[in-house]
Every structure is written in structure tokens, then in C-alpha cells.
């Protein structure tokens, strides 16, 4: 069996989401439990100059969204980075599934050599389709979930690495 675009993004990200929304959920029960203010956890981060805990979740969902739809030659759907609360993070998380889901096995696969181009305020980067999933969504999706569990395990969380590896 051939490997696809697809099955490596579906097998790449929707544990690791699922996951994330696993753990953002044990982090709202952890807040109510021990009187946090929630919003002490949704604005945590690692380091001054690091994205608070919701902006690791809105930067991993734009990795998800992009390494579907770019890798299928779509632009992917823009989503406002507004989250204050835990249910506003589940409800992006969801949301971003739902996005993903609707980008079928036929508009990824076949597509490794056509050229996607991503554009920041430094300049633009060019790469074929297999290397950008490869080299640069998927490990930014990465980065940005596993930022996100070092943020809530920094705060005291005690979550373990079956649930960033989707077994909840």
C-alpha cells in the first residue's frame, strides 16, 4: 500500500488535536478544582516572549487547517485568534476538526510535487507540497501541541504522554 498525503496528515494530527482537547479539559477541571482562575491558565506561557497557552491552540490549529488545505491547493479557512475561555479553545478545536474532515483523500494525494508558496512579513517560502507537510506543518503542528501540554504541565497538570499521543 502506497503511503498518502492524506493518511500521514490524518494520522499525524487528528490524535494529537484530540488529544489537546483531552487536556484542555482536564486543565478547566483542574482550574475549578483548585479555585484558578481559568484565565491564569489560558494565558500561561513558558517564557515572556513565548504565545500564551491560547495561542499555541489557535497556532496549532492553523498548522492543522494548512497542512490539509495547502497540501490540497485550497487556501484554508481563516479563523479569528478572539479565544478567552476553555470552552472558546474546545470550540476552535472542534471547529478545526470539522474544517479538516471536509478535505477529502482525492484533493491531497497525487499532489506531492505541485509548489505551495507561504508568505510572511521576512519574504516568502516556496516548497513542493510533500516537503511543506513534511518539513514544515507537521512539525509546526508539533512544536505548537507540544507547547501547549509543557504549558499545562508547567502549571501542574499531570498529564502524561498516552494523552498527547491521542489514548486519552
Sequence with gaps: MAVSLHSIATLSILPRFKGLKLALEQAEAYATERKIDPS??????LFPD?????GQVQLSSDHAKGAFYRTAGIAPPPMADEEQSFAELHARIDKTIELIGAVTPEQMNGREEEQVELKFRTGAMQFSVHDYL???ALPNFYFHVTTAYDILRHNGLPLGKGL?????
Design 40 to 45: 491564569v491558565l489560558i494565558n500561561a506561557r
Design 50 to 54: 513565548m504565545a500564551p497557552l491560547k
Design 164 to 168: 498527547y499521543m491521542g489514548r486519552g
Design 134 to 136: 513534511i518539513g514544515f
